[in-house]
C-alpha cells in the first residue's frame, strides 16, 4: 500500500511567486491534515480535511494560504504570492478513525519549501 | 491551548547503549494521546510509540519505552541498546482524546524535536 506522498519535495521560488504544494493521503483516509515547520521550530498544525471539507483551518497564517481538496481525494496548498517567512518543510499526514478509536496518522515525507 | 516542549535540542549515544529523550507538556484536558515521532534524515515521519493518557501502564515496543507521569505532565521516551538507525530527529506530540469535545479531533501539537545521533 502507498503511503502519504508529496509533491514537489523541494522548491525554491522568488518572493512574489506562487506555489503549489500537493500531498496524496493513503487510499481511503478520510482525515487529511497540513503541518508546517518553520527553520528551527517546532511543527505547527495549519489545518484539517475531513474527506472535501475543512474541519479546521485556525493554523493557516493569512489569507495567502489556500487549502483545497477536491472530490476528498488528494489536497493542494497554494501560497500566492510567497514571501520570505513561508519557507520551510511543509508536511501532510493522513489517518482514519473507526468510530471513537483514534488511529495512527501517517506522515509523508514532507515538501521544503524555500522563497529568496 | 495545549504545548509541547522538547528541552534536549540534541543528545548522542553510543551504539548499544541506552538513552532517555525528554518532554513535557501543558493542557487542562483529562483525555489525550501522546506520541512520540522519529523522522530520520530525509524520510517521512513515522510513529514510534503512543500512550493513551487513561492508561497507567507505560507503553513499551521492543526497544522504545517511556515513562509516563501523568500528574508531572511528563512524557519520556527511553531507547535500549541504541542502535546506528536509531539517528533521527524525535519529536513528542500531543492529541486531544475524542471525548475532550472540539471540531479537530486527529490534531497533533508537536515540541521542538531532538536530534539524536548514534555514534558506533
Known amino acids: 500500500e502507498a503511503g502519504v506522498t508529496q509533491f514537489p519535495s523541494h522548491s525554491v521560488i522568488e518572493k512574489g511567486q506562487t506555489v503549489t504544494l500537493r500531498c496524496d493521503p493513503i487510499?481511503?483516509?478520510?482525515?487529511l491534515y497540513w503541518y508546517r515547520r518553520v527553520m528551527g521550530k517546532e511543527i505547527k498544525f495549519l489545518l484539517h480535511?475531513?474527506?472535501?471539507?475543512?474541519?479546521?483551518e485556525s493554523g493557516m497564517p493569512n489569507n495567502r494560504f489556500l487549502a483545497e481538496r477536491t472530490g476528498g481525494t488528494y489536497s493542494t496548498l497554494k501560497v500566492q504570492p510567497a514571501e520570505l517567512e513561508d519557507s520551510g518543510v511543509y508536511f501532510c499526514?493522513?489517518?482514519?478513525?473507526?468510530?471513537?478509536?483514534?488511529?495512527?496518522?501517517?506522515f509523508g515525507q514532507g515538501t521544503r519549501l524555500t522563497v529568496v | 491551548a495545549q504545548t509541547v516542549t522538547q528541552s534536549q535540542p540534541e543528545m548522542s549515544v553510543q551504539e548499544a547503549e541506552t538513552v532517555t529523550l525528554s518532554c513535557t507538556y501543558d493542557?487542562?484536558?483529562?483525555?489525550?494521546?501522546l506520541f512520540w515521532y522519529k523522522q530520520p534524515p530525509s524520510r517521512q515521519m513515522i510513529l514510534v510509540i503512543r500512550?493513551?493518557?487513561?492508561?497507567?501502564q507505560n507503553a513499551t515496543e521492543n526497544r522504545f519505552s517511556v515513562n509516563f507521569q501523568k500528574a508531572a505532565k511528563s512524557f519520556s521516551l527511553k531507547i535500549s541498546d541504541s542502535q546506528l538507525g536509531d539517528t533521527a530527529m524525535y519529536f513528542c506530540?500531543?492529541?486531544?482524546?475524542?471525548?475532550?469535545?472540539?471540531?479537530?479531533?486527529?490534531?497533533?501539537?508537536f515540541g521542538q524535536g531532538t536530534i539524536l545521533t548514534v555514534h558506533p
Open positions: 499526514a493522513s489517518s482514519q478513525y473507526k468510530g471513537v478509536l483514534n488511529t495512527e496518522a501517517f
Open positions: 487510499s481511503g483516509h478520510d482525515n
Open positions: 480535511f475531513v474527506k472535501e471539507s475543512k474541519q479546521d
Open positions: 493542557t487542562s484536558e483529562n483525555n489525550y494521546y
Open positions: 500512550q493513551e493518557a487513561y492508561k497507567q
Open positions: 506530540a500531543f492529541m486531544r482524546g475524542y471525548n475532550a469535545g472540539g471540531t479537530s479531533y486527529g490534531k497533533l501539537t
